[in-house]
């Protein structure tokens, strides 16, 4: 990944000027210029939601009929919706008036408080639970409003918390928010308030060089390059700030080869906030992995012809994709021109929903959808048959760690949430996002059209089969997918929610786009040369997050289960005989609640206070589907306190209502204090009978290769975990399914086929209905 440090802040700053007013904010697909503190977020107006791909098609005895979603209407309000255009009436102007936060409409200048951001504050699931399983009250809605402070000559960003919603000026309140953060503050220093004194600083000294810059590059055009620093800033624990900054190739012009054009210069520097520039530090030029720790030292080097002429990485067909090349390349692979199967869904859609409330019921399952800007998509109160296995299913932070010998890549480490994740969600393409036939939703309060898929995919084997003597019977895979797919700076970022008729559910995460690289310059070590002057970066993608369970009721328990070898001597065996057997261990504190996989080691979450007919445990099995993984590292230089989300591949903790994330989104900031220290977490609490949240991570080793250009590949690149029943029904539950057959009397030549009243289809489909018309494809963006 890739995003810009130093100069974003301009970015911010001229768009709260221009739009700030209206609280509205620009085509998001500007925020991928990364770097700099997010920027305010879209209050957007009530949109409703369409099915593009929707057709109903005539019947005429032989076509087929393709129905929409069933309207429903949800069972409790959606309270973890964001803010609506009511709730948010008149919140700005209310903001305004508050003597006590004293804040400038505008930018205001430099020594001026001004409003940043506002989004739904996520009610208490103390207080939520009251309502949606009796008798209680809807929560209150708050709003975590983000404020900039600058008024006392040290600007901060602060987090305050504003209601009960709508504006009343009777009731309405506002106080500093911290209960939910480790750091029991909202207030956090504003690590770019000097960017544009550095930029002027800096400035200076690239321009001392500007006749080497200008000649260094030879086969590329003059003064065709840009430089971008660390992400996030290098933070040292005496409150310095550095960065250390790469020089790429600009020539492409477009931000998806610019990644793949690194030039073989870096230069640091380090300053403070507190202290203007006579005391900032200039660390030197690095060119051909020789440290030159001024200009001057770098202007006699190169008098003097000690400087190596490389050659430059530059743009080519080989980097491109998309409507900068023809994107296919070579031979046309045989019988290719004919078209590849088609999924169709002859009886159109078979799941349940409430638009408004975003509500969704397929086969059983129930959940309700909330939306952030910087997390995206989440689940809450996930059921099955009105009995809940989940009450929250959210993303929390997505890590992008990089390692290599030059400075750029060693200092980057990309937190995708404090680039607005939610923010990057893409307009899905039909027939390749997602099947022709799903249905697709806008997600206004991600400013996204078409920003969600829903639908069924029959697996490409059975869910079970058995062939006996007489008989064979085989049920369909049938399984309900929600997806959306973020776009991150070069990332493409496709997280996929799986609902499966045996009651398990299953979390993918892919990863495309175009990868960071590195100038091959005697990087062998950390990878391989991929182009001329090129070489993949090796870096960790570690996705985390959260899973409150919740089954039957609150008081839940973890086991891990292993397989270990033993020699056992039985009764009936004169020797011991070489077996293995089952080996149990309660995890009863969060002392011991930091877990990694093995090949033999599973886990469990279940309530003994619920057993089955047979005396077991009822619960939920936790295994991984796909390679995951988590951070390589349980430490870093670039991260420090930020680390310990990513550093196992799971972690249980107590609930409690003040540790909603495992991070935040300003926790860049602040890399030694944070606002939220996940390590905080695991504080000794008894984890035995009690509430529980499960923090997982998805996650990939990757280590780029020539296949990576000009893409790296959704099936190279995924990670997958699946929640399935654990003797928490009686029986297989998928049997309740019509999707199965059984074959009787084969061996008689005339078998009987029952079917259970499902019929297969026999009408019609008309193919060019399912073609999808992209002639209107436009990103997913409101504007």
Known sequence: MARHSLGSAFCAITLQLLLLSSL????????????????????????????????????????????????????KQNVWRQLTNNDTKGLLPWLYRQEDLNLTR??????????????????????????????????????????????????????????????????????????????????????????SQVYDWISKHTNAVKNITTNLWPDMKRNNYYWIGSEPYLQSPDGKIGSWYAYWNSESGDFDTGTLLPLNLYFGVEWSLDTDPSDWRFLGWLYDDVLYPTSEAFQAAYRKGDIRIHPANLKGE????????????????????????????????????????????????????????????????????GQRILYELSFQEALAHYAGTDPAQSTTSYLDAAYSLGGSMVELVPGYDCPTYATFIDVPDLNSKNGICFFEFNGDCPMARHSGFVYTTSTKNVYFVVRAVYTVGNYDYMFSYEFYLDGSIQVSVRASGVIRTQYAAGNEEYGYRIHDALSGSMHDHTLNFKADFDILGTANTVESTSFVPAAEKYVWSDIPRNTFKLRREIVETEDSSRLNWDRATQYRIFNSDEPNKYGEYRGYRILPTDGTTHFSSDVSSNLANLVYPFTYDLAITKQKDTEPQSTHPHNSYDIWEPLVNFDNFFDGEDLVQEDLVVWFNLGMHHLPHTGDLPNTLFTNAHAGIQFSPLNYYDRDVSTETLSQIL?????????????????????????????PDLSHYDGGYFY
């Open 318 to 385: 080989w980097a491109e994709s998309g409507h900068l090349a023809q994107l296919r390349q070579g031979e046309v692979l045989p019988l290719d021109t004919k078209p590849p199967p088609q999924a169709v869904a002859p009886a159109g859609a078979r799941f349940s929903i409430d638009e408004e409330a975003k509500y969704v019921e397929w086969m059983g399952f129930s959940f309700y959808l909330g939306f952030t800007s910087n997390r995206g998509m989440a689940f809450y109160d996930i059921r099955r048959k």
């Open 106 to 195: 505008g930018y205001g200048g430099r020594h001026s408080n001004t409003y940043w951001d506002h989004e739904l504050m996520l009610p208490n699931k103390t207080d939520v639970l009251a309502y949606i399983d009796g008798d209680g009250g809807e929560p209150a809605r708050y709003a975590k409003v983000t404020v900039n402070m600058k008024s006392t000559g040290e600007s901060t960003f602060d987090d305050i918390l504003v209601g009960p919603l709508p504006v009343d000026r009777t009731t309405t309140t506002w106080q500093a928010l911290g209960y939910p953060y480790t750091r029991k503050t909202g207030s956090i220093r504003d690590i770019w308030a000097k960017d």
């Open 24 to 75: 509205c904010w620009a085509d998001s697909r500007i925020q991928r210029s990364r770097g700099g503190p997010p920027r305010p977020q879209r209050d957007l107006p009530s949109l409703s939601k369409h099915y593009s791909n929707y057709r109903k098609r005539a019947v005429n005895g032989s076509a087929c009929v393709e129905a929409p979603p069933v309207k429903i209407t949800a069972p």
């Open 743 to 771: 074959i009787k009397d084969k061996y008689k030549g005339n078998s009987s086929v029952r079917n259970f009243g499902q019929q297969e289809p026999v009408c019609a489909v008309d193919l060019s209905r399912e073609a």
